[in-house]
């Protein structure tokens, strides 16, 4: 027989949008370190590569919020349901 299973831990509480804003702006890094360095004309996509990880950094940290604001209404809504019909 296998010992009770330990209850889970408690979700570690991060801050998303700092971490979307940390990619955009290493992705802005890269970007700038390759136009100085300059790149041969076969190799120029990396550049667009750069501005896609930028733009979607950027769509993080506008959409992060939105989406932790909606979960905890979402929760907030369960546990009002949940106390209701007690």
């Not at 700092?18 to 076969?42: D, F, N, Q, S, Y």
């Not at 950027?58 to 019909?85: C, I």
């Amino acid at each position: 027989m296998s010992p009770p299973r330990r209850p889970d831990p408690p979700p570690m509480q991060t801050n998303d949008v700092r971490i979307a804003a940390a990619g955009a702006l290493a992705w802005a890094v890269a970007l700038v370190v390759l136009l100085i360095v300059g790149l041969p004309a076969e190799d120029r996509w990396w550049l667009w590569v750069c501005c896609a990880g930028i733009v979607i950094g950027l769509f993080g940290v506008w959409y992060t919020p939105r989406l932790q604001a909606g979960r905890a209404r979402q929760e907030a809504d369960r546990a009002a349901k949940r106390e209701a019909s007690r």
